[in-house]
C-alpha cells in the first residue's frame, strides 16, 4: 500500500518550520544539505515510507521554513529538531543527516542522546580551518540576485554536470533561489562549528553508520576545500561506527 507523504509546518516563537511526514513504524528524521530542503530525500521517503514514520524538515533560513530572527548555530538548529519531535509526540528516533543535517544530527546525538536510537552520517566532509573561514566568507555573502537574471545560469550552471538529470537540477535550482536575501544561516553555522566537531563527536554513543559517496568530494573540491587527508575524521573521532 502507498504510504501518503504529508506536508505541515510546526509554528515556534521564532517562525514557522516546515516538515513532511508520511509512513508508519519506527521514526526516521531526514536533515538535508545546504542549501538545499525537505525535497532532498523526496524519492527516499517513498522508499522508506513502507517501512519507517520519515520525517524531513526545511532547516529554518531554507526551503519553505521561515529565516530564523538571527545568526543560528548548529546548537539552534538541534533544538529545533527536538522542537518537532516534541510536538509530533515522538520520544526517541534515528536521524540521517547529509552534510549539513549531518552536523547538526550528530549534535543531537551528543546533546540530546536520550532522544536517539542511531545515526546516519551521509558525506559528512572535514574542514580544516582554512577552509571553515571560506565556507564562513562564502555562505555570509549567501546569492546575490543580478537585474539582467545572469544569476538563474550561474545556479543552473553550479551543478548541471554531476546532479543527475534536468528535473532534478530544477529542483536544486528552486532551492537555491529560496536560500536568496542575505546570509544562508546554516552554512555559516558548519563554517564555525565544523573545527570544533571533531570533539564534539567523540561523546556519540548511540549505533553510528557513516556512508560516503565515491565522488561525493568533486563538487566542492573547485571551491579549494575538502582536502583527502582531512575526510577519515568521522571513523577516527567514533570508532564503534560502522563506514561504508
Known amino acids: 500500500m ?19 511526514i508520511g509512513g508508519e513504524g519506527e521514526p526516521l528524521v531526514l536533515l538535508h544539505m545546504t542549501p538545499r530542503s525537505s525535497d532532498e530525500f523526496k524519492e527516499l521517503m517513498a ?5 519507517y514514520c520519515v520525517i524531513a524538515m526545511d532547516l529554518m533560513g531554507l526551503g519553505n521554513s521561515d529565516k530564523p530572527p538571527r545568526e543560528y548555530s548548529v546548537s539552534d538548529y538541534a533544538k529545533t529538531v527536538i522542537l518537532l519531535l516534541d510536538e509530533l509526540g515522538i520520544k526517541k528516533c534515528s536521524i540521517l543527516g547529509s552534510l549539513t543535517g549531518g552536523y547538526i544530527a ?24 582554512e577552509e571553515a573561514e571560506k565556507l564562513l566568507q562564502r555562505y555570509a555573502q549567501g546569492f546575490k540576485l543580478k537585474e539582467d ?14 546532479v543527475g538529470h534536468g528535473e532534478l537540477n530544477h529542483r536544486c535550482v528552486i532551492d537555491d533561489l529560496k536560500a536568496f536575501g542575505g546570509t544562508i544561516y546554516t552554512g555559516v553555522a558548519v563554517g564555525k562549528y565544523c ?11 548511540c549505533p553510528t553508520l557513516v556512508c ?18 582531512n575526510q577519515g575524521w568521522l571513523s577516527q573521532v567514533i570508532p564503534h561506527s560502522k563506514m561504508v
Open 2 to 20: 502507498k504510504k501518503t507523504i504529508k506536508k505541515a509546518f510546526l509554528d515556534t516563537e521564532y517562525g514557522q518550520i516546515f516538515y513532511q
Open 47 to 51: 522508499i522508506l515510507a513502507p517501512k
Open 106 to 129: 550528530g549534535e543531537v546525538a551528543v546533546s540530546y542522546s536520550d532522544r536517539l536510537n542511531k545515526l546516519i552520517l551521509c558525506n559528512v566532509h572535514g574542514f580544516d580551518a
Open 149 to 162: 537574471g545572469s544569476h538563474l545560469m550561474e545556479r543552473w550552471l553550479a551543478r548541471v554536470d554531476y
Open 195 to 205: 573545527v570544533y566537531a571533531q570533539e564534539r563527536f567523540k561523546l556519540i554513543q
Open 212 to 229: 560516503n559517496g565515491t565522488k561525493a568530494l568533486e563538487p566542492i573540491e573547485k571551491y579549494g576545500l575538502v582536502k583527502a587527508e
